[in-house]
């Protein structure tokens, strides 16, 4: 439907148009950062493509999304490039999302109710990992149709690859970046 009010044209949504819209959250990590001083606090920067949302570029992003709309949350470091000897540098990993209970007032508490339905992690397993090719992971999830409108904070949980072993480092973040769901319609 269409509305021409003088030289506006306002076009009404289709309802749920927006839910078919994937959206990305692209995390980057200063991982030298990261694993030195053992926190993601000023080594991670989030953003997104969804429209309304706040905190472009810092921990504490908030995502604003659709009942039953997919979120990809993507992850790689700052530095991508090939090194001399053709090896890449060392990878984060999005090992878990942790929706955080923020009615019961300490947000450090795992929510109860579930949000989101979790895809899938995806991304290249280290063990066919090419030395040839970069690799970065993401992981899937959809917001619930029945997921209340409102603001939800949550935790990522990152694997982080250290330079020169084996070991992985394992953060959690500490400022807590948000998904706003709003209703469809």
Known sequence: MTTHT???????????QLNSVQLNVV?????????????????????DNS??????GTGRLETV??????LNWIVRPMDMEKRLDNTW???PKINN??????????????????????LKIYGMPDRMRSPLTPVYYYWAGTVLSTAKPGLYRYRLVMELEQEGTREKL???TEEHPSIRVLPVG
């Open 6 to 16: 003088g030289d506006f044209v306002a076009e009404k949504q289709n309802q749920g």
């Open 97 to 118: 999302i942790v929706f955080l209970d923020t009615e019961a007032g300490d947000e450090e508490d795992v929510a109860e109710r579930k949000i989101f339905t979790e």
């Open 27 to 47: 995390t980057l990590i200063d991982m030298e950062r990261a694993t030195r001083n053992g926190t993601l606090t000023d080594a991670m920067f989030m953003m």
């Open 65 to 70: 999304c659709k009942q039953g709309q997919v």
């Open 89 to 91: 540098p060392p990878m």
């Open 170 to 172: 394992y953060l959690n």
């Open 51 to 56: 429209v309304g949302g706040a905190g472009q």
